[in-house]
């Protein structure tokens, strides 16, 4: 088990957690979109919380995280699923700004002015979604800010992506932790005292700390018990036949035209860059098929 999530709860049931250690998931996801520093730990940030807020979900449900600013980033988007699985997307992965205070711009790449949404696929026959406007464009303090506003859990969120000077990942990974009713003042005091005294969590995670360490350290003397522990990892939920439905949402005589002049169409999928290739013959056969449209992907002709 390399990136892993871990969950606890308190014996009382008035207070949960949850922390987690993202560094190949982040690792994988700079890689497959040659993202520049700045735009590897905003993405990196907003993939850790994608993998927290998933752990929360039932089994066969999802969650999509949109950060969408004014800043150069543009957006950020994040699919997570209960399984573990997690992949997202950048709006610009060339950004790359100054450090700020010794720290990395997250809020000046993302923008001071913007919206994050939350959408639960919960497997009903409308999917659930909420809005907030950024409080801070830090990642984590805005997703803590929709989660007490918009679901009503008052909640502490910290994440942390530390980028080596060569651009790899170096570490990451973070902590979610929820108050329940009815709530233990005293307890959720002392977290919050000791949140405010905690080191860098990306240098924690660089420096081999693990999910575990991080709780404990958090709930020291506060009885507690741990409920599960599951693997975190860069998986996406494309496929061909998302391809196909993306394809049959263009108009044809233009694809085909397209696809006989390149010999064929490649299509991209935007949170994993992978490509799905189709001839013009398979192109003709698609246009006999459903037209629903596809999410996430992107078509394009090969280089």
Not at 15 to 44: D, F, K, N, S, Y
Not at 64 to 90: D, H, M, R, W, Y
Not at 121 to 137: C, E, F
């Amino acid at each position: 088990m390399n990136d892993y999530l871990v969950r606890i709860m308190t014996t009382d049931g008035a207070i949960r957690a949850l922390a987690c250690v993202t560094t190949e998931t982040v690792a994988e996801a700079a890689r497959r979109h040659a993202t520049l520093p700045t735009a590897t730990t905003a993405m990196g940030r907003a993939l850790t919380a994608g993998a927290l807020m998933g752990a929360l979900l039932k089994t066969d449900q999802r969650v999509a995280l949109k950060f969408e600013g004014n800043g150069p980033l543009g957006k950020i988007l994040v699919e997570a699923q209960s399984s573990g699985a997690v992949a997202g997307t950048v709006g610009n992965p060339a950004v790359e700004l100054p450090l700020k205070e010794g720290r990395v711009d997250v809020a000046g790449a993302l923008g001071r002015a913007g919206f994050l949404t939350v959408t639960k696929d919960l497997r009903l026959k409308q999917p659930y979604s909420g809005t907030v406007q950024l409080v801070s464009s830090e990642i984590g303090e805005d997703l803590a800010h929709y989660l007490t506003e918009s679901e009503q859990i008052p909640s502490a969120v910290g994440l942390g992506v530390f980028v080596e000077q060569d651009g790899t990942v170096g570490g990451a990974g973070g902590f979610l932790i929820q108050a329940l009713p009815p709530q233990d003042e005293a307890a959720i005091a002392l977290l919050m005292e000791r949140i405010g005294r905690l080191p860098a969590l990306s240098e924690q995670f660089r420096n081999g700390g693990t999910p575990e360490q991080l709780l404990e350290l958090l709930f020291l003397g506060i009885p507690h018990e741990t409920i599960e522990k599951r693997v975190v990892a860069f998986h996406c939920s494309c496929n061909r036949e998302k391809g196909e439905k993306a394809l049959l949402t263009q108009e044809r005589e233009s694809l085909r035209k397209t696809a006989e002049q390149d010999g064929g169409i490649t299509v991209t999928c935007t949170f994993c860059k992978e490509p799905w290739h189709f001839t013009p013959e398979e192109i003709d056969a698609l246009f006999d098929e459903s037209t629903e449209p596809a999410a996430g992907v992107e078509a394009a002709s090969p280089d």
